[in-house]
Structure formats: structure tokens, C-alpha cells
């Protein structure tokens, strides 16, 4: 049971996120791939909803304030949301999905918030891009144990 909670836990960190979770339980704790996949996909959106939460509160309070900071956020919501709305659902979508660095969650997270996305619209693009992401890291995994095997 540790093995699978410290899966969860490091799926939850912003660098490696599931990238790490997945080559983690398959290949050191030797976790079967249905089940490191799982916990790999809840452990990454565990703290999506709790990011966006916060990058609100936090934007918010930045907006209000007279500055460059508040005018760029200002801007932001009057001008760039109308127009990246009709593209942020697969935006976001791809933006997780594809397992490069600063690539996943907690940046799917921040341009759900930069380019003020439909909340809902915004969460479900972000754990479809987890999913898409954690059957690719885990193909790759994989085969790379195979490969590794193979040799």
C-alpha cells in the first residue's frame, strides 16, 4: 500500500506528474500497468481543482490592484478570453496530452485560468489530457521495459 500511495503522491507533484508516476510504479515498485495508470490519472487531478481555485482567488486580487500586473490580467479578460474560448477546450486538452516537460496538469491548470476557460469545460480538457497522457507514458514505459528486457 505504500508503494501505490507514493505513486499517487508523486503524479501530484508539478515537475514529473504522472511522467514520473507511471515509470515509477511499473519499473521500481513493479505496480501491474492497469493499476500504476490509475493511480497515476487520480494522483495528477487530485490537485487540479484546488490550482484553479487558488489561481482565481490569486488572479482576482492581482486584478484589482493599479499596476502593470492588474491591467495585463484586466486585458487579458476583456480581450484574449473572447477570442481563445472557441479553441481553449483542445488547447487545453493537447497541452496536458502531450508528455514533454512543463507540459501537464499544473500548467493545463494555469491556462485554464490564464485564458479564463469555462471552469467545467476547462476540468473535463484537463482529465482527458491526463488520460491521454497517462496511456502514452505508459505505452512507452512499456516498451521500454520490454526493450530492456529484450537485451
Known sequence: MQDE???ILSAMMPIGELRA???L???V???PWRTALLLSIIGNMLPVPFLVASLKIFGELLEKRPGLPGS???WRKTHLSSRVNKYSFWGIVLLVA???PFTGAWTGSFALWAFNAP????LIAIALGIVIAGIIVTVLTL???ELIKFL
Open 5 to 7: 500511495l507514493l505513486v
Open 21 to 23: 508516476a507511471i515509470p
Open 25 to 27: 510504479a511499473i519499473g
Open 29 to 31: 515498485y513493479d505496480i
Open 72 to 74: 495585463i490580467l484586466r
Open 98 to 100: 502531450i508528455p514533454l
Open 119 to 122: 471552469l467545467i469545460r476547462g
Open 143 to 145: 516498451t521500454g521495459v
